[in-house]
Structures are given as structure tokens and as C-alpha cells.
């Protein structure tokens, strides 16, 4: 079956530490978004990507880094520089030129010990 | 201003009621309308699009006014399982992006 998955659905982030959420898809999409989701707030997008090795920043960019090697996969780095990781990440993706519809992985919980 | 606002709620409803949200939109120029169901810790998924004559799903209906730029979303004969948080999302072709409100929290009670 086609889709978008990430991983891990938990993680936990130590003082100081990098952390790396994987998003990857089989869809043939074009474009791949980041976006964060804070308790009881809608989506703001941190990076997207509309083709292999670009990528944007979105509203939300400082303290986080991707890449776009593949266009299957879209890392996002959480780095010590975010000082307030802890939120819930949805990884996204859209075929074509139009990105009226996303397809959306089922979620990182990131956690900071 | 935020380019789209919702009622954050939560809307305490009991089985069986009718209830509707509102989402405003700031850009005039935006195109395509959507809500989009969340449950809890989970991923947003499509539930309807809106378009400009209005458009109903069984016991869901959106309409769309362009000139008080706001969308809104009808539920009627609530359900338990509606229970969830109903995000409002907007495209603009210019920016070719999509905008997300807030979401409103529904909690549908028997």
C-alpha cells in the first residue's frame, strides 16, 4: 500500500542532544513538508520541499534542519538550538505543482527529558 | 490578525444536536477551502472540501461566503464518534501553500 510513514511515534530528547525524525514515502510525491503541532494549536510549517536537494523554510525554521537527498525522504533535525522541542510532528506530502492535497504521516510525539 | 481563525471551543454538545463552526480567512485571494478531522495525538485527514454553492456529505454540510470570508462547517444528529478537533484550512494559489487555523474541539456527550 502506498503512503507516508514516520518514525519513531516517540521520541525523547536529552539536554544539548540532536534528534533526527524520519519521514519517508512511496507515493511518487514531488513535495514533502514538516510541520508542528503544539497542544491545542493548529499546524505551522517548518520546512518544505516541492523537488529533490531544495528546500524551504517555512514560518517556524530556526532550531530545526533537513534535507531532501531522495525523494522518498525527508529527515527533519530537531537541534539543541530548539529550545522548545516538545510538540507533536506531522511529516506531509503533495503530488504535482498544486499542494492543495496533503498526505500526512501519522506523527513523531517529541519529548524533552 | 492570524490568516485563519477558529474558535479554539471546546463545543459541548449532547448525541443527537446540530452543530455548526466558523472559520474566518484574512486573504481575499485565497482559493480552496477545506476541514480537515483530527483526533488526539493522531494525523489531520481531509473530510470535506468547500465549495463556493455549498456542499453536503450525509450529516455534514460546508458553505463557503466569499464576501465575509468565512467558511463554516454543519453537523447534524451528532454523533459520539464526531468527537474530535476540526481544522479549518485554507489554499492560496499565489503562495501555493496551505494555511491552518487553530482547530475547533468538539465533544460530542451521550
Known amino acids: 500500500d502506498g503512503g507516508i510513514t514516520q518514525s519513531p511515534k516517540y521520541l525523547f530528547r536529552k539536554e544539548g542532544q540532536n534528534v533526527t525524525l524520519s519521514c519517508e514515502q512511496n507515493?511518487?510525491?514531488?513535495?514533502m513538508y514538516w510541520y508542528r503541532q503544539d497542544p491545542g494549536q493548529g499546524l505551522r510549517l517548518i520546512y518544505y520541499s516541492q523537488i529533490v536537494n531544495d528546500f524551504q523554510k517555512g514560518d517556524i525554521a530556526e532550531g530545526y534542519s533537513v534535507s531532501r537527498e531522495k525523494k522518498e525522504s525527508f529527515p527533519l533535525t530537531v537541534t539543541s538550538a530548539q529550545k522548545n522541542p516538545t510538540a507533536f510532528y506531522l511529516c506531509a506530502s503533495s503530488m504535482g505543482q498544486s499542494n492543495e492535497k496533503l498526505f500526512f504521516g501519522s506523527g513523531t510525539q517529541l519529548s524533552v527529558l | 490578525r492570524k490568516e485563519v481563525e477558529q474558535d479554539p471551543g471546546p463545543f459541548n454538545v449532547p448525541e443527537g444536536a446540530t452543530v455548526a463552526f466558523n472559520c474566518t480567512y484574512s486573504n481575499s485571494a485565497s482559493q480552496s477551502f477545506f476541514w480537515y478531522r483530527q483526533d488526539c495525538r493522531k494525523e489531520p485527514k481531509l473530510l470535506m472540501s468547500?465549495?463556493?454553492s455549498g456542499n453536503e456529505d450525509g450529516r455534514f454540510t460546508a458553505q463557503l461566503n466569499r464576501a465575509s470570508q468565512y467558511i463554516s462547517l454543519l453537523i447534524r444528529d451528532s454523533k459520539l464518534s464526531d468527537s474530535a478537533t476540526y481544522l479549518c484550512v485554507v489554499y492560496n494559489n499565489a503562495g501555493n501553500m496551505l494555511t491552518f487555523g487553530g482547530g475547533t474541539r468538539l465533544m460530542v456527550k451521550p
Open positions: 507515493l511518487n510525491h514531488d513535495a
Open positions: 468547500v465549495y463556493s
